[in-house]
Every structure is written in C-alpha cells, then in structure tokens.
C-alpha cells in the first residue's frame, strides 16, 4: 500500500519559517520524482516545487529564492523548506509522486498569519 504523509504544518507569522517534510512507503522511493502542491479556498492546485530523481530543481515563480525541495532517499523523504513567508502562501500543502503513477499525500495547513 503506498503511503504519502506530509508533516511540519502550522501557524506561522509573516516572514517566519516552516520546513514541511514528505514520507513516502510502499514504493521504490528513488525512481520517482516528486513535486509539492498547494491549495488556497477557492483556488486550484497548483505546482510550487518539483525534484527529480537526479536532484534537479524547479520552482514557481512565486516561490523561486523563498522555498528549497529536496529529497532524502535513504529515508524515503522529501522535504520543502520554506523561508520569507508570507499570507498569500497560506495553504494546504500536498506531496505527490511526479512520474511512473500518481499518489498523493493528504495535506499539511500552512497559515502565515500575525
């Protein structure tokens, strides 16, 4: 059974820090790539990082120079540091496997908030 589970969530003031963290089970972790998603109310999903299996990075313009995607395969996580928040970031954020199938992860709120 594949298992995606998103962790790091929370309240967070303007400017402040989070680092979500994505634990994959049930799959040969290291052939896929990844990719984090967020969804705002009243908004679609959309793409904020992906990584691929060799490590290399793409970000939305939105986030590009505030949030880092990296992977850690010997733990079969992927992580997204996200630095200089802001309100507009505040979302549910979701892990998604990025090639060979799809399986996503259930979500992490993020609020940035005073």
């Given at each position: 059974q594949v298992q995606l589970v998103e962790s790091g969530?929370?309240?967070?003031?303007?400017?402040g820090s989070l680092r979500l963290a994505?634990?994959?089970?049930?799959?040969?972790?290291?052939?896929y790539a990844m990719g984090w998603y967020r969804?705002?109310?009243?908004?679609q999903r959309e793409l904020v990082a992906t990584i691929s299996t060799s490590s290399y990075t793409n970000y939305a313009d939105s986030v590009k120079g505030r949030f880092t995607i990296s992977r850690d395969n010997a733990k079969n996580t992927?992580?997204?540091?996200?630095?200089?928040?802001k309100p507009e970031d505040t979302a549910v954020y979701y892990c998604k496997t990025e090639n060979r199938a799809d399986y996503?992860?259930?979500?992490?709120?993020?609020?940035?908030?005073s």
């Open positions: 969530g929370g309240l967070v003031q303007p400017g994505c634990a994959a089970s049930g799959i040969f972790f290291r052939i969804q705002s109310p009243g908004k992927v992580y997204l540091q996200m630095n200089s928040l996503w992860g259930q979500g992490t709120q993020v609020t940035v908030s």
